[in-house]
């Protein structure tokens, strides 16, 4: 059969020791109710007594007070949690022996409308403490044992044989409070175990959403590899087989697939829903490559708000736009400058490739093997972007218009 009077096991205990700790704070109020029992039912026969009776009281209950706050701040709670629980008992037994004690100076020597008022004390002591200590009874048990004990053997022992009735009544009294305590202790079990299920749902939950996080990563890299390493790979293979490429031609082969690859490990960093992060990351990339083709590159970024759909996945696709149109510059446009810029423009952050060179007809390399373009288009509508061009016999504009807000991707 269960005991509620023992502690119960560590990771529970502690919980019940937090609430209660948390919950002693409100008794302050005692220390008023000392000074107002000390002040209304002091005498000539009692005055010395329950001077050091108040002091002692209040004291008591500052210790009770200063102990619940310095364990409440220390990780020591989590590791000697049952010595904690049983000084803390030790504690509440010293501070409901004072109030035991203080009907054996008071009764008998005070008015029956003090007597009155020294009753009602008790009940309100009792009953206000279980609110407090309820999560462990022991606390509970230890508190106001003393003082049922103090109060019925001071009442049984009085002359008047009256008083043997109301000593019966505080004993039931004592009785009812204790069925509501175990009722009370019983319904905050209930609530910490509910607290730990939950608790222990979501770290499965969450262990799941992480294999499920890195199967999906590990299929996102595995088809970006497929699809544009390994492709330029098994191209580059065929062609070096029929005799058909230059050594030359290889190399920039081998170097767009060494790109690929960087760009595909690039975008698993995390950028802290940071757009210029990812960008200067790209920029480190191609940098020396358009300085090797004599191109010169102009930085010119502002500060934009952060992205906070900006994770791995719609982070390579950004890099991947981005990284087809500098491609396109370095092959087809004879430019010698090109300058990236970034500004927000109402709820949108707008990302401007523009170079110098020859430009090219839109409508034409759209439907005549753009598949550059064509693969940007794509990557902009699964991340829920925009991508333009502005092209001229003097100049070209590659526009990437992504969203600060993204409720949902597209695809």
Not at 190 to 209: G, P
Not at 264 to 270: G, K, N, Q, T, V
Request: hydrophobic share 45%; charged share 15%.
């Amino acid at each position: 059969m269960h005991n509620p009077f023992r502690f119960a096991e560590q990771s529970i205990l502690q919980q019940q020791l937090t609430l209660v700790m948390g919950h002693f704070r409100s008794t302050l109020v005692i220390i008023p109710i000392c000074l107002l029992i000390w002040w209304n039912l002091s005498n000539e026969a009692n005055t010395p007594y329950m001077h050091w009776w108040a002091a002692a009281a209040i004291s008591s209950n500052l210790l009770l007070q200063l102990y619940s706050w310095y364990y409440l701040r220390q990780e020591s709670l989590s590791t000697n949690t049952r010595r904690i629980a049983l000084i803390y008992s030790l504690l509440h037994l010293l501070d409901g022996a004072m109030w035991g004690l203080v009907t054996w100076l008071v009764l008998g020597n005070v008015s029956a409308v003090q007597g009155i008022l020294l009753m009602a004390v008790f009940a309100g002591m009792l009953g206000g403490s279980l609110a407090t200590l309820s999560p462990v009874p022991l606390f509970y048990l230890a508190f106001s044992l003393p003082q049922v004990v103090g109060m019925t053997s001071k009442l049984w022992s009085m002359e008047d044989v009256s008083y043997r009735s109301l000593c019966i009544a505080v004993l039931l009294y004592f009785v009812a409070l204790l069925g509501q305590l175990f009722n009370s202790t019983k319904t905050t079990l209930s609530a910490i175990n509910m607290k730990f299920e939950l608790a222990s749902s979501n770290a499965k939950l969450r262990d799941i959403e992480k294999s499920q996080t890195l199967e999906q990563e590990r299929q996102r890299l595995m088809q970006e590899m497929h699809d544009g390493l390994g492709s330029s790979l098994v191209s580059a293979l065929r062609v070096v087989e029929n005799g058909k490429m230059q050594s030359g031609e290889l190399a920039a082969v081998l170097k767009d697939c060494i790109d690929d690859l960087k760009l595909a490990i690039d975008s698993i960093e995390p950028v802290d829903d940071d757009l210029l992060l990812l960008l200067a990351t790209l920029r480190f990339r191609l940098g020396s490559r358009l300085e090797n083709t004599g191109i010169r590159l102009h930085w010119k970024v502002s500060k934009i708000p952060p992205l906070d759909w900006l994770d791995p996945r719609s982070s390579l696709h950004v890099l991947r736009i981005l990284q087809e149109a500098f491609t396109n510059i370095i092959k087809h446009t004879k430019a010698t400058e090109v300058t990236l810029t970034t500004s927000e423009v109402e709820d949108f952050v707008m990302v401007k490739i523009t170079d110098n060179g020859s430009g090219f007809e839109l409508n034409e390399a759209l439907h005549n093997g753009g598949r550059g373009l064509a693969s940007q288009l794509h990557r902009a509508q699964a991340i829920g972007a925009e991508v333009s061009w502005l092209s001229d016999p003097h100049q070209t504009s590659v526009m990437l218009k992504l969203p600060i807000k993204q409720k949902a991707f597209p695809g």
